[in-house]
């Protein structure tokens, strides 16, 4: 085996008393693509920061071409040949791709004037070199996600980056861009460059990855190359236990509608449109989804559902009576919400596990003794809750910012769950939860569908979707583009929907 590009040797970084690093040691070996997985926390991103300089070690050192290497900041390892990708993309959204790119190092004409057509003909050069075709006029703005990421890359490249980190790469991306990307990584491989690929998917891992390393809680616990692990052995090297099956099984069948939507219109926060004319309906003992490219009206519709955002247009009726706006209106007439931003809409960090699990329900008389909450009878509520969600700790004095962000939203879960609604609205229900609390959530939603409720679901992970759903709304510029049984679709075709293309490609 020829000698690693990069190596990190028992690399370790604290955060006051975290040890988000422990002891770490990885290689990364000339044009292969390196997966790093492990579950939200385990110290995957904080791993990359320490080798792209934007963090100190606290112990251990890294190697770059056999050599011993300081990188005390970002431009040392831009000089050493890295290059990292970040989640959120670092783009000047109203300049053009050339100027991005030229940011730091512009060319100059004459007055020592920015070159503009110097800077383009770099671009297009660059993108011929790597595959990578670009506009180098177009303003970043007017881009998709995709291609902004592929602009993200081409920066690093021209930069003179012979190693990548790509941080999530694929969180905001439809199908089509996920095979785009995979293909620009093949065609980078290919022409020498190392590749380390930040992810908890595994289809993922498996689809592009020659090699896999796996972290939890801080500390490298396995890996090889991709072809001697299984998803399984993966799943159970990232959250320490085997995975449970998830339990698709259906126990009983469809029944009466008990929510239905009806040409409902609803403005964004500028007053523009953002729902237009949209109806559909999800009957007791199903799950609708809702998929779409974040921004095309899904916010607007969670919101106005849930009685948080008044509608222009429309009628909601739930369990065949229209109800009037307002959060507790629906509450009262059966809707439960779990809400996509927990800290801002599901819980109150500062209030106990006790307390947060009563949210919305705190007029009921039972739980009081007088005009004020009895402690006592909401800590006798809350434990059985806490431990059959498996919230931990299972304290009912403990603080809710004091949790995970998986526990936070098992929390919330449990609440909405407890409630016993006959309607369910579920946003983006495992967005920043690790693998082993996705999985425990999708089965209790799962278990609420065949206890005969009705639930609405949106988000922006196509597979989430389809592992969960029985039907498909797919939503595009704020409307219903396509409805679809899970069982005569997939992500392909629903991918084309999501960006506007279906039309274009059946033509």
Do not use: W
């Amino acid at each position: 085996m020829p000698s690693p590009v990069v190596a990190l040797h028992h690399i370790t970084r604290r955060f006051g008393s975290v040890v988000a690093n422990d002891d770490v040691s990885l290689e990364l070996q000339p044009g292969e693509i390196h997966a790093l997985v492990g579950e939200n926390g385990a110290g995957k991103t904080t791993l990359m920061r320490v080798l792209y300089g934007l963090l100190p070690p606290h112990g251990g050192h890294i190697d770059v071409d056999g050599r011993t290497a300081r990188i005390a900041r970002p431009a040392d390892a831009i000089r050493l040949g890295l290059g990292m990708v970040h989640q959120h993309f670092m783009l000047v959204e109203p300049m053009t791709v050339a100027e991005n790119l030229a940011l730091g190092h512009e060319p100059r004409a004459g007055l020592g004037r920015f070159s503009a057509p110097d800077a383009e003909r770099a671009v297009e050069a660059l993108s011929r070199r790597y595959g990578l075709p670009v506009d180098p006029r177009a303003r970043i703005r007017a881009l998709s996600v995709g291609v902004q990421q592929r602009i993200e890359i081409l920066k690093a490249l021209h930069h003179g980056a012979r190693v990548l980190i790509l941080d999530e790469p694929t969180a905001v991306l439809v199908p089509q861009e996920v095979d785009e990307l995979f293909q620009v990584l093949r065609g980078l491989k290919a022409q020498g460059t190392s590749i380390v690929l930040i992810t908890h998917k595994l289809a993922e891992v498996r689809a592009v990855a020659d090699r896999v390393t796996v972290m939890r809680a801080g500390r490298v616990v396995g890996g090889g190359p991709i072809g001697s692990l299984s998803n399984a052995a993966i799943a159970e090297l990232m959250i320490g236990r085997p995975l449970p099956p998830l339990g698709l099984e259906r126990a009983g069948g469809v029944g009466q509608v008990r929510l239905e939507v009806k040409d409902l219109e609803v403005a964004d926060d500028r007053g523009l449109p953002a729902v237009r004319g949209v109806s559909f309906e999800v009957r007791g003992g199903e799950i609708v989804g809702i998929a779409g490219v974040e921004g095309n009206g899904q916010h607007e519709l969670v919101e106005c559902l849930a009685g948080l955002r008044p509608a222009r247009r429309g009628a909601v009726r739930i369990e065949d009576r229209v109800v009037p706006p307002g959060a507790r209106a629906r509450f009262a007439a059966g809707l439960a919400h779990i809400p996509a931003d927990r800290h801002r809409r599901g819980m109150i960090a500062e209030m106990t596990l006790a307390e947060n699990l009563v949210l919305g329900m705190h007029h009921d008389r039972s739980l009081g003794r007088g005009p004020a909450l009895d402690p006592r009878r909401l800590a006798e509520r809350a434990r059985p809750l806490l431990a059959t969600y498996d919230v931990r700790p299972p304290d009912p004095r403990a603080r809710a910012g004091a949790l995970s962000g998986g526990n936070q939203q098992k929390l919330v879960v449990a609440r909405e769950l407890a409630r016993a609604a006959g309607v369910m609205l579920v946003a983006h229900p495992t967005r920043g939860v690790d693998l082993g609390a996705t999985t425990f959530i999708h089965r209790r939603l799962l278990d609420a569908r065949n206890a005969g409720r009705a639930l609405l679901l949106v988000s922006s992970e196509l597979s989430e979707i389809l592992a969960l759903s029985d039907r498909v709304l797919v939503m595009y510029e704020g409307r219903i583009v396509c409805e679809r049984r899970v069982e005569s679709t997939g992500e392909r075709e629903l991918g084309l929907y999501m960006t506007g293309q279906a039309g274009a490609a059946a033509s």
